[in-house]
């Protein structure tokens, strides 16, 4: 006589508990598609309560069922071991099979299937899901702002000039790789400055002349992202020497900058820079808005990257110091040689943080009265020949920065196993 | 001792460059804003992010508004050309501060006058270009046709730091309602809450109503209430300091509404430089020196009414034929029982 | 020698004395020239406008500084709520995500990966443009707990009226003393005689049963005034009764605990597993389960990795709620550095004091976690 204990599950009777487990499981998923798709409700005879519970019971026993230890039966043994290793854990697991099935469903409905891309006006979104034609006809407004259609190859070429400046320092020969660093300090930014200067914004050469308050969407996203990063890496770098350095005068008027724009919110940095900062110039000159604001945030990340420097520079053992300066190295040549390449890949993933957090604070320029792709958004979204779609627009700008944040997070992650020396 | 001469003659450096800045910006300080205006080749003129009738852009990037008329006129009488402006469209946080700063020369933005403006922080009105008032907006299935039907605990969408927010709090005072104010920055997302349903009404100046009303998703579906509860005198601002572009400003809005009074237009205009009233050849420049007295040369009236028109055909073309609101009300000619009564032009 | 050291800090003084006499200089020709006034004076005016939503009482008719207080402690309110409600939800997700469940372990890093990605302005206008805005008008809105009602314009819930509430107030605070001594007191036994006292079990009824007590002998009652529907006009409807929540400060405080949430999981996971597998290995040897080894060997340690970086988020926490300023909550930004600064024109002013508030705030915080961060170091034997 075989003994069957239901409670027990075992692999003697491998078949027998296979089956009733697959039953269970099979009946509480179909409860719970049936009662929220097909709206009918298999178990309405049972009170309320219990009755919204089924799909979760019945799944929760037929996992029980499965939980057989030692079955033999690899793929069974997996699943167990990843999902079903106790009571709580299957009925953990089998909430978020039930939330994917819920939500999954509608939400591709939404964004695939029912929705509309041809066409180009608003009456072309018939179905009832998401209206991509919005996105469609706005695109260009969202990439280049309110930068005049027929200009727009400018801003084209202009980024892939400097991608191509960017991308030739791996190229160059060995003998001039000691200038590397200089060149992306010093020579980059003074080309790429030059480039957005008479090639973005024009007025010479031939070219119009396109006002900065015109810049918008992704483009000015990444020209003020460009412009802070590379600004506010040297600046950093000072202020985290400056931090440790032994001179009373330079050591604390550091630590008061750091501390001072650590401690304020970037909106009010903004505010100061759209609002007071014009007080505090001459009468008569007046700076670009947009300089201001990439001024204002290079000043804000620095004192952010200043903290994470210095993070770097103190993990380094006191032994590299010591024999750098036993070779008779002075302080600078010191830091350059020795200290700084060491600390700086110790604090790859810091700095990337820092990026990343450069490129999320970047619409917060709309409170100057820049655009960029969030502040587009919502200017489309006032548009009385396109109301209702807030909803496509939000997902398509998340849907970008998503992307551009996840590849610079998982490219850090990838730099520091790169460069990880260990000692 | 040589090791620090380096230090020394950054030192130096430094002190020159700094002193040479300052002594160089205290020069500067003589030039006035007509200055600038005739060596930069366009007016800069601070309007609103778009309003329809008073300063809008279309998809082409063309500007048609009053308040931007006002501007093209003062275009025209200093550069000659009515199209030599350049519009900044500004948020009503950074309007004062833009025009202050120097980022703008004129602020036409549908700015009301009031004491604490021209006196507190350093701006002068100089004049009126609109005559409003503040008014309310429900829905029309509301059933609500008077302000004294509004009941306790209403929400009410408006503009933060605007003279409507202020009004709006004296108003239901009066009137013992307890009320809960919903104020955004941007009057896009003012207009989106009240059509959203999140408020219950929306209140700023009557015209700024029937302007924001063509951008709901059913124009037809609001009605803005009879009631007015304040004085919005709407004009244009310029900074403090600098008397002479004041008056530019000042006389040619006066011009064109003074053009309207005598019956100028753009069509006619011309063709008044004979005729028989002295005011009006006054006015189109073929009798005296008015010109003179800011600077400018005879034409610089005529050059307005001609490119821009008199406010009648201003107002036309933006206000009344795009339906915002065809009845001019106070905003005519004191000669037909309006407010626009301008010293003249002589 | 000592000539090295002195002249590269009188360069950077004489440098930093230029920029800030320059920037001083300008300033003061400006107002001079715009006759626009230095001075704190407008504090004491009358503000003229309402506020939406106060935690204290506050009409135009009292001054600047009350708005100024306003904004404060809306400021506040949100920091406090959302530092709790993304620290419970961050340490549960710093936790799936070290689950040996493979569904649980993925969803809680999808959720870290997707919130984290997407900026928090976003976030923010997503809630509260799209989310909060879809909700029902107040006559369609359905009853939620038999008492509360979700709706466009905020959520309506049951406000409780209290009597006697000091004599309530005043059993909370000793039972809370009570919970404390005794926790001592296990504590000391515990290190002394081995013997565990069941302290979770008998703190929570001292917790709860001593306050409850107080409804039945200290004559302290609790009724609650329910939201209930009033029709204002032909199609507006309004509740009248309980409390309400106004849209801005919901959607706020979720999209601050969302985001912040995802960085406390990851700190929280790090911290988990910054401790050695020998420390879970050796409290295995020694018979403890695995919830006792979490509790007693692990957490006690990791703590100390977790709290300097939370302490950080805290401090992004407090100052991202500013963001506020691009919805419609009443903050310290929108209310002072917004409408006041509007309505005034002092803009140096206004943002010198916001500015001087938010870093007021952050060293406080620093300062505080700096103290207990010392205090649990020192327990290390």
Redo the contacts between chains.
């Keep these: 006589m075989i003994k069957v204990n239901l409670l027990k599950p075992d692999n003697k009777n491998l078949s027998l508990f296979l089956s009733l487990g697959s039953l269970f499981f099979v009946l509480g998923i179909f409860d719970f598609y049936s009662n929220n798709f097909l709206n009918t409700n298999i178990t309405s005879f049972l009170p309320r309560i219990i009755n919204f519970f089924t799909p979760l019971i019945f799944s929760v026993i037929g996992l029980h069922f499965f939980r057989i230890e030692f079955s033999g039966v690899k793929i069974l043994d997996n699943i167990n071991k990843n999902i079903n290793t106790s009571n709580f854990n299957a009925v953990l697991s089998v909430i978020i099979i039930l939330l994917i099935i819920f939500a999954l469903p509608p939400l591709l409905n939404w964004l695939i299937f029912d929705a509309n891309i041809a066409g180009d006006t608003k009456e072309a979104c018939t179905g009832g899901g998401a209206c991509w034609v919005y996105i469609k006809v706005w695109f260009n407004r969202f990439m280049y702002g309110m930068y005049p259609n027929a200009e727009q190859w400018r801003i084209n070429v202009t980024f892939i000039a400097v991608l191509a400046f960017m991308a030739a320092g791996f190229f160059v020969p060995t003998r001039l790789r000691n200038y590397l660093s200089f060149y992306y300090t010093i020579l980059l930014p003074i080309i790429s400055f030059i480039l957005i200067y008479y090639i973005i914004s024009g007025g010479s050469f031939g070219l119009e002349w396109v006002e900065t308050g015109a810049w918008g969407g992704l483009s000015l996203t990444f020209i003020v992202s460009f412009f802070s990063l590379i600004f506010c890496f040297p600046l950093g770098m000072m202020l985290a020497l400056g931090r440790r350095s032994n001179l009373p005068v330079v050591k604390y008027s550091s630590i008061s900058f750091i501390e001072f724009w650590r401690g304020v919110p970037l909106i009010t940095v903004l505010f100061m820079s759209a609002v007071m900062f014009p007080m505090f110039l001459p009468d008569g000159t007046y700076v670009d808005k947009l300089i201001r604001v990439v001024v204002a945030i290079t000043l804000f990340e620095a004192a952010y990257t200043a903290e994470v420097i210095r993070g770097g520079l103190q993990a380094l053992p006191r032994g590299q110091y010591d024999a750098a300066k036993s070779l008779g190295m002075g302080y600078w040549k010191m830091h350059i040689f020795v200290i700084l390449p060491q600390a700086l890949k110790l604090v790859i993933p810091g700095i990337a943080n820092t990026f990343l957090a450069l490129i999320k604070d970047t619409p917060l320029i709309f409170v100057v009265g820049l655009l960029e792709v969030v502040g587009m958004l919502n200017l489309a979204k006032a548009n009385p020949k396109w109301l209702g779609f807030s909803m496509e627009g939000y997902v398509f700008a998340g849907t970008i920065f998503w992307i551009i944040c996840y590849s610079m997070s998982k490219y850090s992650q990838n730099l520091e196993l790169k460069y990880k020396t260990d000692r | 001792m040589f ?2 001469l380096k ?2 003659t ?2 130096v450096a ?2 020159a460059v ?1 002193f040479a ?2 002594t160089e ?1 205290m020069a ?2 003589k ?1 006035k804003t007509l200055k ?1 205006t005739q060596k930069k080749g366009f007016v800069r003129c601070g309007v609103s992010q ?1 309003l329809p009738g008073f300063s809008n852009a279309d998809a082409a ?1 063309n500007w048609t508004g009053v308040d931007v008329d006002v501007c093209r006129a003062v275009a025209a009488a200093v550069l000659g050309d009515a199209n030599k402006v ?1 519009f ?7 309007r ?2 833009a025009l ?4 703008i020369d004129i602020l036409s933005r549908n700015t009301t006058w009031t004491l ?2 021209d006196a ?4 002068t009105f100089v004049g009126v270009n609109f005559y409003d008032g503040q008014g309310f907006m ?2 029309k ?4 046709t008077s302000t004294s ?1 509004f ?5 009410a969408c408006t503009n ?3 003279t409507t ?2 009004n709006m ?1 004296d108003f239901f ?1 009066s009137k013992g309602i307890s ?8 009057a ?2 003012v ?3 009240y ?4 408020c ?1 009404t929306y209140t700023t100046d009557k015209s700024g109503l029937a302007a924001q009303r ?4 059913n124009p037809n579906d609001h009605i803005v209430l009879p009631e007015t509860i304040s004085k919005e005198p709407l004009g244009p601002v310029v ?3 600098d008397a002479v572009w004041e008056d530019i400003v000042r006389w040619s809005l006066n011009v064109m509404i003074e053009a309207e009074e005598y019956g100028i237009n753009s069509t006619n205009a011309d063709s008044m430089k004979t005729s028989d009233n002295p005011q009006i050849k006054r006015l189109v420049g073929s009798e005296g020196e008015l010109g003179a007295a800011f600077g400018l040369d005879n034409d610089w009236s005529l050059r307005i009414i001609k490119q821009v028109g008199n406010y009648g055909e201003s107002y036309k073309r933006n206000i009344a034929d795009t339906g915002i609101l065809p009845d001019r009300g106070p905003n005519q000619i004191w000669t037909k029982g309006g407010l626009l009564y301008v010293p003249p032009a002589r | 020698m000592k000539f090295k050291k002195i002249l590269p800090q009188l360069l950077t003084l004489l440098f930093i004395v230029l920029i800030f006499g320059f920037f001083t200089m300008n300033a003061q020709e400006n107002m001079d020239t715009r006759g626009i006034e230095f001075g704190f004076g407008f504090l004491k005016q009358e503000a003229s406008f309402d506020i939406q939503f106060s935690l204290i009482d506050y009409d135009g008719s009292h001054s600047y500084a009350r708005a100024y207080l306003v904004g404060l402690l809306n400021t506040l309110l949100v920091a406090f709520i959302g530092i709790i409600l993304a620290t419970l939800l961050g340490a549960v997700v710093g936790i799936a995500r070290l689950s040996p469940n493979y569904l649980i372990k993925k969803t809680a890093s999808f959720y870290i990966e997707f919130f984290r990605n997407i900026p928090l302005l976003l976030q923010i206008f997503f809630w509260y443009f799209a989310a909060l805005r879809a909700l029902p008008m107040p006559e369609d809105a359905p009853l939620l707990l038999n008492s509360s009602f979700m709706t466009i314009k905020g959520l309506y819930a049951p406000a409780p009226i209290w009597t006697n509430f000091n004599i309530f107030f005043i059993t909370l605070i000793i039972a809370m003393i009570l919970i404390f001594f005794f926790s001592r007191y296990a504590k000391k036994k515990q290190e002394i005689e081995g013997k565990q006292l069941p302290v979770l079990l008998i703190s929570s009824t001292i917790f709860i049963g001593l306050p409850l007590l107080t409804f039945l002998i200290g004559g302290v009652d609790l009724s609650f005034s329910f939201p209930v529907i009033r029709q204002m006009s032909q199609s507006s409807y309004t509740f009248d009764g309980g409390f309400k929540i106004p849209p801005e400060l919901i959607a706020l405080t979720l999209a601050l605990t969302l985001y912040t949430a995802t960085f406390i999981a990851e700190n929280v996971r790090a911290g988990i597993q910054g401790i050695g597998k020998g420390q879970k290995e050796a409290a295995a040897s020694i018979g403890l389960t695995p919830s006792q080894v979490l509790k007693l060997v692990i957490m006690p340690q990791a703590l100390r990795i977790i709290i300097p970086p939370t302490t950080n988020q805290y401090l992004n926490l407090t100052k991202n709620s500013s963001l506020a300023a691009a919805i419609a909550y009443p903050d310290l930004v929108l209310v002072f550095a917004g409408t006041a600064m509007m309505q005034t024109g002092k803009a140096i002013e206004i943002v010198g004091i916001t500015m001087a508030t938010y870093l007021t705030i952050s060293l406080a915080i620093s300062l505080l976690m700096n103290w207990y961060n010392k205090r649990i170091a020192i327990q290390e034997k």
């Design positions: 090791k620090y230090q020394l950054s030192l430094m002190v700094l800045f300052t910006t500067a300080k030039s600038n778009g990037g350049k900044t469209p500004l948020s009503a946080k950074e004062f501060t202050t700063s120097g980022e604490s403006r507190d922080i350093g701006l429900v829905r299935d509301s059933g609500i039907q009941k306790n605990g209403i929400s933060i730091g605007t927010e202020l709090r005072n009320y809960e104010p919903v104020a955004f920055e941007k896009d997302e207009v989106a809450a059509d959203s349903g999140r219950d063509t951008k709901m998703t900074r403090q300091g």
